[in-house]
């Protein structure tokens, strides 16, 4: 007796988990990015510059937050963790 779903099904659910896998994996990535952007602003001493340089992160990622391509995600990603060092090295050389 043969089962309900058939080859093509299995692979379909198998690459759905891995999608959702992936996904999960993303996210949680760009979450990590997000407060490692809060903390960051911490440093700022001025308190409107900080109100400010966290009024930028959040429209920053706000516009982005409707891509849902994997390969888009990731290319933000990595320009955010480029931008976070180059914030970085800004605070610490006005300190």
Known sequence: MKSGINTYDWEMLAHDSSSRHGAFILRSEVLKLYRSFLRLSYKVEDKARRKELQY????????????????????????????LRELEQTIMIAK
Request: aromatic letters at 8%; proline letters at 0%; a neutral charge.
């Open 56 to 83: 930028w992160i959040r429209s920053d990622f706000d516009s982005n937050k409707n891509h849902t391509e994997e390969e888009v995600i990731k290319m933000a990603i990595s320009r955010g963790k480029l931008s």
